[in-house]
């Protein structure tokens, strides 16, 4: 019996393999299935996140300069400990690596991993350096404190909370596209000069994307606890929809209410997308998704980079979409499926 | 200019990279350079440890079975926890995969990790599932818990402490040749069957590792708190440099006190090997190698599973072997170099 992995998509695949693990430990408050692991340590809690980022699926070195990927890397996880109500305070880096990387290749890439450590005020702590037979893996692991209170899981949204976004969506998703453009003109004719159209805020995005460390800290000074959160990594549908089912919830989208940049909005018109279509499945802006009680509306609606986007559901609503039209589509979990 | 990471191998790579990295927060106690970080959190430590595992590099799947493979990546991280005379209490878990994997074969590497999680008590609090365009890759993190001045580090020897190991050394080494002789035999003739030559324990040694925990239980009954400590990965030679590099001293080894078991010790001069160089140089025996004031030494005397080979000397006195036949050898750090 042989059943491909394809078959039960990424999400699918975790809940296969992790399902049948009992916690055992006191201290495993939290395992697989929210943006970190949580381990109580008494007064404040230890957040967990890792990713793993290959060569080829989750990076193109063609476009991608190597410090800006060191820096990427790093920010996606700090972003998950953010995404907790938490803050990252150690990284753990490992790199598997071919022999066609030079020394001075590798420091651009720790200078990138160097310069979000600054930014972030993380402490790289320890990792693993090894040879792989073709390309280039880094595993990153991020580890951060919350007090137990504070920690905000994807399971407490309630109905009549308000649903938020901290920042527009979607401009990652086109400057890939972008880059990606430039690419097959370039492999098709070398001479030919990248022409990125002044993009540079979609490529920015795409290639240098920052966790929202600065609306944590905002929530701390105005005492605003989301009731959920999430991080933005795989586009606000999916995220969306992470918050819906582990809350036992519906959600109501307001197209009007998801910002999208105008840059991205030209930017998807040429390419010949629509940009709603961008903000919900583009992924990897790192944008917070979250949740509050309607009660907190007044404690966010005067943050310039808060945009209420919608309202939670009864379960029975299911997920949807109220577009500028009017019309109500249902909207799909598309996500990204790497397999 | 395009320097070769060979030119600086696995440890100098690591030093080059992160050498340069400051740490910031004050919960940073230890970052690279030990067997685990070290992260304060008042009354005791959060300690972590990574390891990446390449698939061509690290494992072959020719000749090892995925429980296997999925229990072995596990231990060898526990290992590292260990080593800080802390214990494990969670794991993340990330793999990459191509789609030559099928659902059940990740399911027998998820059997492996469930096996390994039972035995040890540690429980899986998350990882990433990811693609890669070929082969498997494997990183855990492991997180553990120790008391702030029981914790050991590397760089506490100090001259005319006594060395000591907790098991055979260089079975898993020689089981490894073994299994990489009969994968060749079998690649030029596929009808040749497998002649493992009932070399169960080599063989198991090197397939099925285990972590000693039981040990730092030990160690806490009877009240004893090495000097310094490092689990035996790439061979005693290479860790015993670790130790004297980091502590600033030299050291003696006795070969006489090297314990080597008989199975290897056959299997060694099979293979026309010296099985003093397979115990120095092997790797992967998973056996600590740790340092003890002299005064402790009655507590340690009576214990079956720890051997005493040696004695921390002046740094002058560099690092050497007494050879059973009364010569003194320098010894050379090997290790293992994987570019």
Known sequence: MRTDVNTLGEFGL?????????????SSLKGV?????VIDNGSFCTV???????????????????KHLGYKSVVVNLSDIYAMNAFPKQIT??????????????????AGIRAACETYGVDLVGGDTTSSPKGMVISITAIGQGEKDLLTYRN????????????DLGAAYLGLQLLEREKQIWQENPDVQPNLEDQQYAIGRQLKPEARRDLIETFRKIGLKPTSMIDISDGLASEIFHICKQSGVGALIEESGVPIHPDAELLALKFKLDPITCALNGGEDYELL??????DVEKVRF????YIAGE???????IKLNTKGGNLHVLKAQGWTHF
């Not at 299935?33 to 692991?37: L, P, V």
């Not at 407490?156 to 920042?167: E, M, P, S, Y």
């Open 33 to 37: 299935g929210d943006d970190a692991a």
């Open 48 to 66: 967990v996140s890792t990713d793993m980022l290959v060569e080829g699926i989750h990076f193109d070195l063609a476009y991608t300069p190597l």
């Open 312 to 318: 939670i559901l009864d379960p029975k609503d299911g």
């Open 290 to 295: 979250f949740t509050i009680d309607p009660n």
């Open 93 to 110: 880096v490992s790199i598997a690596i071919s022999n066609r990387y030079s020394v001075e290749a590798l420091d651009e890439l720790y």
């Open 303 to 306: 943050l310039p980079e808060i």
């Open 14 to 26: 975790i809940d296969h393999l992790t399902g049948n693990f009992v916690l055992q430990q006191p």
């Open 156 to 167: 407490g949204a309630r109905v009549g909370d308000l649903i938020c976004i901290t920042g």
